[in-house]
């Protein structure tokens, strides 16, 4: 049965920096393109950031370009998202996505930036 976990947010102050993980398991990982979504309060789930399954193309929402990094790694099974440099409105539940059929979601993981 696939599985994605998600661990790493928390509490940072604006200007920080936090790494996000997701872990995979039950499905070919190599083989999934692998996404970020958030979705803050009261608002829709938005995509931030994707990457192919051989980690040679990566994608940003205009939101996060230059800010926040997608990489994996296929051997771990594992997908990890840098966010530096962040803002109060990066403030959402992050969520990560494996791009197969059926699509595989997390359980989600708070990212709260506050001073």
């Known amino acids: 049965q696939a599985r994605l976990v998600e661990s790493g947010g928390g509490l940072v102050q604006p200007g920080g920096s936090l790494r996000l993980s997701c872990a995979a398991s039950?499905?070919?990982?190599?083989?999934?393109?692998m996404s970020w979504y958030r979705q803050a309060p009261g608002k829709e789930r938005v995509l931030v950031a994707s990457i192919s399954s051989n980690g040679g193309t990566t994608d940003y929402a205009d939101s996060v370009k230059g800010r926040f990094t997608i990489s994996r790694d296929n051997g771990k099974n594992t997908v990890w998202l840098q966010m530096n440099s962040l803002k109060p409105e990066d403030t959402a539940v992050y969520y990560c996505?494996?791009?197969?059929?059926?699509?595989?979601w997390g359980q989600g993981t708070q990212v709260t930036v506050s001073s």
């Open positions: 996505r494996a791009n197969t059929f059926p699509v595989y």
């Open positions: 039950g499905f070919r990982f190599s083989a999934a393109a």
